[in-house]
């Protein structure tokens, strides 16, 4: 069993949609939660960053942690074409006075279509 | 401010052969990790870098090894490649006292024939 599970789609949805994507972990020792965005081709963005249990909202972008569940989701509101991409989830265990290293899903791929 | 920048963005090579990589990172950042992100797959951690010295490493075989050097720039070489090392190969920078925000580079695609 991998340590972070995701869809990895495609997903299809028409502009103007909400779009919920999930990943699923196994290692309870994951304290920070981290979804990127990947254009074809590109290097990963960083879109949000959460530390533990909770939401955290930036604009159209929502990301959601529950530990108790070990499930995380990215919700993003009003789809546009320009959000078509890969999305990864990345965590980490906890910061101990050092970078630690990421364990990502396998990355969704998400159309957003006109 | 330069974001992480990584160079070649492209490279062609052949079985058995050597290849390096370079990376700058994010300006005032003194961590520097290498991921390794095969078609259609999300990242996998090779090592990192912090003060010139290797801190963490993945379960990659010692063909892959490093360096960082005293402006925090890094360089990843691959010796004796495989056909299984085509990839895109990330440097991602960060700041150790900041914790985990970490930022990546467009990445180098390395195929090998």
């Not at chain 1, 290692?27 to 304290?31: E, G, I, K, L």
């Not at chain 2, 379960?59 to 010692?62: K, M, S, T």
């Not at chain 2, 004796?80 to 085509?86: F, K, P, Q, V, Y």
């Given at each position: 069993q991998k340590e972070v599970e995701q869809d990895p789609g495609p997903l299809s949805v028409p502009e103007g949609a909400i779009v919920s994507l999930n990943c699923t972990y196994s290692?309870?020792?994951?304290?920070y939660f981290m979804w990127y965005r990947q254009y074809s081709r590109k290097g990963p963005e960083l879109l949000m960053y959460t530390y533990s249990s909770g939401n955290k909202e930036d604009g159209r972008f929502t990301a959601q942690v529950d530990k108790s569940s070990k499930y995380i989701s990215l919700f993003i509101r009003d789809?546009?074409?320009?959000?078509?991409a890969t999305y990864l989830c990345a965590m980490s265990p906890l910061y101990g006075g050092a970078t630690n290293k990421l364990i990502f899903g396998t990355g969704t791929l998400l159309a957003v279509q006109p | 401010d330069a974001g992480v920048t990584q160079s070649p963005t492209h490279l062609i090579k052949t079985r058995g052969q050597q290849v390096t990589l370079r990376c700058s990172p994010k300006s005032g950042h003194d961590t520097v990790s290498w991921y390794q992100q095969a078609l259609g797959q999300g990242p996998q951690f090779i090592f990192q870098y912090y003060e010139e010295e290797e801190r963490q490493r993945g379960?990659?075989?010692?063909r892959f090894s490093g360096h960082q050097f005293p402006n925090y720039s890094s360089e990843l070489n691959v010796n004796?490649?495989?056909?299984?090392?085509?990839a895109l190969y990330l440097c991602a920078s960060s700041l150790s006292s900041s914790g985990n925000t970490i930022y990546f580079g467009e990445g180098s695609w390395l195929t090998v024939v």
């Open positions: 290692n309870s020792a994951f304290q789809s546009q074409p320009s959000d078509s | 379960n990659f075989p010692d004796a490649l495989l056909l299984g090392d085509s």
